[in-house]
């Protein structure tokens, strides 16, 4: 990390010990908590809701806090993952020092840390969602010469809050739109503040379509999208993210909601996941003339396993709600250049040549011919809030290594290519295959396919049985076609799930 960089680093924990995050040792974390009279430590770790959970510490020296960073502690994980037996439960959480964030909330000055769990033997537990996408991690970097997947995750979610009545955004054109019209730009700026002071690498925020009224009650849709980074580095920072958006919201009086679907007829929200393969900082998806084979055969894993990756990343009920052709949700397994109707999509790029814009619209600066190819991403527009990041992450990691593995992975790509808006064009919908359309359709793909996910002991087999299970505990093979188009049923189903990852 440059000068320039720490200067302007949002996170003070950076700024104060002039270096990054993944530099960050045990004796760099007791002195930030002697510079910032730290009275307190909070352990967070992901359990298998997709939620943080927490474990408070009260710091009664410099000795015991070196203790509780040094041993961690123990918890009962048979409360945390439904499929560790009571009878032999017991777990370590340790904290991992590169997380390590000032609490924003608390009065009293408290250290955040995100944690790691342990067996009683002291090896990683096999099954806990960090762990499982550090081995998919390492196994693509093995299958690849050294090449690392990197990823940005897109948080979109509703405000839910008592109606105003004026300066209302038109229904379901929200996009883009500013204060007034955007009621909740002032909590989007203030929680984007606080990921960023977390460590979060924030892209932007904007309001975005979604935007109705119910009663007594609007309902306005927003975005943070982050930039691309190491793969344990994007799934900290997006659950930290979630946990601060929902702190922030219960402080505001509002309900923050990443629930894939609100009603009937309204855009629903995802959680799009952009990835990106380097080596050596470069951006191996771009080649000569577009996109390179690196890129096609990343596509190509990723469009074969994308019915059983619903799984890890659309976890309930209504996330099928929200998978219905023509709303902007992809419904059929396809990819396309800035086509949002496809499942993947190619986002608009920048060339060589692109310096000359900035040039154009002012005029007093001289043209660049910048090389702006490391900001190249391919999109996928399945996954929502109900996903558990680690686990999701992972299950794209592993996909995205099985196209290096696949013998015809290139031919595979380019025969799933569409240019048009694929509702549009029956014929070509037609050709397609389609995404599953309940938990129940999800959970039979992932059976068929879960021998990819477990090679190299990547995904356990008790963790596989274990999503099964849950998915296929919802019932609800036939649901969307029997309430679907009824929002009494919808927002009954909805209201169970507000507040679902």
Same mark, same amino acid.
């Given at each position: 990390?440059?000068?320039?960089?720490?200067?302007?680093?949002?996170?003070?924990?950076?700024?104060?010990?002039?270096?990054?995050?993944?530099?960050?040792?045990?004796?760099? %974390? +007791?002195?930030?908590?002697?510079?910032?009279?730290?009275?307190?430590?909070?352990?967070?770790?992901?359990?298998?809701?997709?939620?943080?959970?927490?474990?408070?510490?009260?710091?009664?020296?410099?000795?015991?806090?070196?203790? &509780?960073?040094?041993?961690?502690?123990?918890?009962?994980?048979?409360?945390?993952?439904?499929?560790?037996?009571?009878?032999?439960?017991?777990?370590?959480?340790?904290?991992?020092?590169?997380?390590? !964030?000032? @609490?924003? *909330?608390?009065?009293?000055?408290?250290?955040?840390?995100?944690?790691? *769990?342990?067996?009683?033997?002291?090896?990683? *537990?096999?099954?806990?969602?960090?762990?499982? #996408?550090?081995?998919?991690?390492?196994? *693509?970097?093995?299958?690849?010469?050294?090449?690392?997947?990197?990823?940005?995750?897109?948080?979109?979610?509703?405000?839910?809050?008592?109606?105003?009545?004026?300066?209302?955004?038109?229904?379901?054109?929200?996009?883009?739109?500013?204060?007034?019209?955007?009621?909740?730009?002032?909590?989007?700026?203030?929680?984007?503040?606080?990921?960023?002071?977390?460590?979060?690498?924030?892209?932007?925020?904007?309001?975005? &379509?979604?935007?109705?009224?119910?009663?007594?009650?609007?309902?306005?849709?927003?975005?943070?999208?982050?930039?691309?980074?190491?793969?344990? @580095?994007?799934?900290?920072?997006?659950?930290?993210?979630?946990?601060?958006?929902?702190?922030?919201?219960?402080?505001?009086?509002?309900?923050?909601?990443?629930?894939?679907?609100?009603?009937?007829?309204?855009?629903?929200?995802?959680?799009? &996941?952009? =990835?990106?393969?380097? #080596?050596?900082?470069?951006?191996?998806?771009?080649?000569?003339?577009?996109?390179?084979?690196?890129?096609?055969?990343?596509?190509?894993?990723?469009?074969?396993?994308?019915?059983?990756?619903?799984?890890?990343?659309? =976890?309930?009920?209504?996330?099928?709600?929200?998978?219905?052709?023509?709303?902007?949700?992809? =419904?059929?397994?396809?990819?396309?250049?800035?086509?949002?109707?496809?499942?993947?999509?190619?986002?608009?790029?920048?060339?060589?040549?692109?310096?000359?814009?900035?040039?154009?619209?002012?005029?007093?600066? /001289?043209?660049?011919?910048? @090389?702006?190819?490391?900001?190249?991403?391919?999109?996928?527009?399945?996954?929502?809030?109900?996903?558990?990041?680690?686990?999701? +992450?992972?299950?794209?990691?592993?996909?995205?290594?099985?196209? !290096?593995?696949?013998?015809?992975?290139?031919?595979?790509? /380019?025969?799933?290519?569409?240019?048009?808006?694929?509702?549009?064009?029956?014929?070509?919908?037609?050709?397609?295959?389609?995404?599953?359309?309940?938990?129940?359709?999800?959970?039979?793909? #992932?059976?068929?396919?879960?021998?990819?996910?477990?090679?190299?002991?990547?995904?356990?087999?008790?963790?596989?049985?274990? %999503?099964?299970?849950?998915?296929?505990?919802?019932?609800?093979? =036939?649901?969307?076609?029997? %309430?679907?188009?009824?929002?009494?049923?919808?927002?009954?189903?909805?209201?169970?799930?507000?507040?679902?990852?």
């Amino acid at each position: 990390m440059t000068q320039e960089q720490l200067k302007f680093n949002p996170n003070p924990l950076v700024a104060f010990l002039g270096k990054s995050k993944s530099e960050f040792t045990k004796q760099d %974390i +007791l002195k930030i908590i002697e510079e910032f009279n730290i009275e307190m430590i909070n352990f967070r770790y992901m359990a298998d809701d997709g939620k943080l959970h927490t474990l408070n510490f009260v710091i009664q020296s410099l000795a015991h806090a070196d203790e &509780v960073l040094t041993s961690g502690e123990r918890v009962d994980g048979s409360s945390l993952f439904p499929y560790i037996e009571a009878g032999n439960s017991d777990l370590y959480v340790i904290p991992r020092f590169r997380t390590a !964030f000032l @609490d924003p *909330f608390t009065e009293v000055p408290t250290l955040d840390l995100l944690c790691s *769990f342990y067996t009683k033997d002291g090896e990683p *537990f096999e099954m806990a969602p960090e762990h499982t #996408l550090q081995k998919a991690a390492r196994a *693509f970097r093995e299958a690849t010469g050294g090449m690392e997947f990197e990823v940005m995750g897109e948080l979109e979610y509703y405000v839910i809050a008592p109606k105003e009545e004026d300066y209302m955004a038109e229904d379901q054109h929200g996009y883009h739109v500013s204060m007034p019209y955007c009621k909740f730009e002032e909590y989007r700026t203030e929680a984007m503040r606080m990921i960023a002071a977390a460590g979060g690498e924030i892209k932007y925020g904007h309001s975005e &379509v979604g935007n109705f009224t119910n009663g007594d009650l609007m309902y306005e849709q927003n975005e943070i999208e982050f930039l691309p980074t190491h793969l344990e @580095d994007a799934a900290d920072q997006l659950v930290i993210a979630k946990w601060m958006m929902r702190e922030l919201g219960y402080k505001y009086g509002i309900t923050v909601t990443f629930a894939p679907k609100i009603t009937v007829g309204k855009a629903g929200s995802g959680m799009h &996941v952009h =990835t990106r393969v380097s #080596l050596d900082g470069k951006n191996m998806y771009v080649g000569e003339n577009g996109l390179s084979e690196v890129a096609l055969k990343t596509m190509a894993g990723i469009l074969s396993l994308a019915g059983s990756l619903t799984a890890f990343g659309n =976890t309930n009920p209504t996330s099928y709600f929200r998978l219905v052709p023509h709303q902007e949700a992809p =419904t059929n397994i396809c990819w396309g250049d800035r086509n949002r109707s496809a499942m993947v999509r190619v986002p608009l790029g920048w060339s060589k040549g692109s310096g000359n814009m900035m040039a154009h619209a002012n005029p007093l600066e /001289k043209k660049e011919a910048v @090389d702006f190819s490391y900001k190249q991403t391919i999109e996928l527009r399945t996954p929502d809030g109900s996903a558990n990041v680690y686990l999701l +992450l992972a299950g794209m990691t592993v996909a995205a290594r099985h196209g !290096f593995e696949m013998e015809n992975a290139v031919q595979y790509a /380019k025969d799933r290519y569409v240019s048009v808006n694929i509702f549009e064009h029956e014929e070509i919908l037609a050709k397609l295959d389609v995404l599953p359309d309940s938990c129940a359709a999800s959970a039979d793909l #992932l059976e068929r396919d879960r021998t990819v996910y477990e090679q190299d002991g990547i995904f356990a087999p008790a963790l596989i049985d274990g %999503i099964l299970k849950e998915l296929r505990s919802f019932n609800d093979r =036939t649901l969307r076609t029997e %309430i679907g188009k009824d929002p009494e049923k919808t927002l009954a189903l909805v209201e169970r799930f507000i507040h679902c990852g």
